[in-house]
Structures are given as C-alpha cells and as structure tokens.
C-alpha cells in the first residue's frame, strides 16, 4: 500500500515559480513510474510530466514543456515538480501518482495562477 502527500501549491502572480513536493511512504519508492497530473474545474485530467523509476528519462505534456521539470529523490521517497514561468491557464489541482502492480494518487494540492 501507498499513501502519497503533495505540497507547495499556493497562489502565484503569473510570471511567478512553484515548486511541488510529493512524499510516498513505503519501501519500493524507487520501482515507481511517477507522474504529476492537473486537473482544472470542468476540464479532464491531464499528464503534465512523468518520470522513469531512475529519474533518467522523462516526459511532458507540450502545455509545460521548457516552463516544468520533473524530479525525483529515491533516496527521501519524493518526487518534485519546479514549475516556472506560470501562467493563468495554469491554475489547477496538481496530483502526484505512482504506478506500480497498480497506480495510487495523492489528495492534490491547489495550483492559482493569477494575471
């Protein structure tokens, strides 16, 4: 069983930088394909970046691509998200998942982007 916690969301003037945190507990951390997904009010949920178990390769939606970066720390069970350069359409709720025999998801933490 995996409990995953994320943090560092807030509000941000667009132009601004957040960086969100996401805890895993349990002792196969380092086996997981992590993502980060968002999802607006109204909207489907979308990918914005996924990471290998390794960290050595990654992946982005085209919305974030050059503003995101994905990150991991196996050795402190946490995946990062450095977002930059935010803007508006940003603003959603960022969940972190991991995917192992199945996926779990984290509660979400709130992302608003204001002009």
């Known amino acids: 069983q995996v409990h995953l916690v994320e943090s560092g969301g807030g509000l941000v003037q667009a132009g601004g930088s957040l960086r969100l945190s996401c805890a895993a507990s349990?002792?196969?951390?380092?086996?997981?394909?992590m993502g980060w997904f968002r999802q607006a009010p109204g909207k489907e949920r979308e990918l914005v970046a996924g990471?290998?178990?390794?960290?050595?390769?990654?992946n982005y939606a085209d919305s974030v691509k050059g503003r995101f970066t994905i990150s991991r720390d196996n050795a402190k069970n946490m995946v990062f998200l450095q977002m930059n350069s935010l803007k508006p359409e940003d603003t959603a709720m960022y969940y972190c998942?991991?995917?192992?025999?199945?996926?779990?998801w984290g509660q979400g933490t709130q992302v608003t982007v204001s002009s």
């Open positions: 998942k991991a995917r192992g025999y199945r996926d779990y």
């Open positions: 349990g002792r196969t951390f380092s086996t997981y394909t």
């Open positions: 990471i290998s178990s390794s960290g050595g390769s990654t």
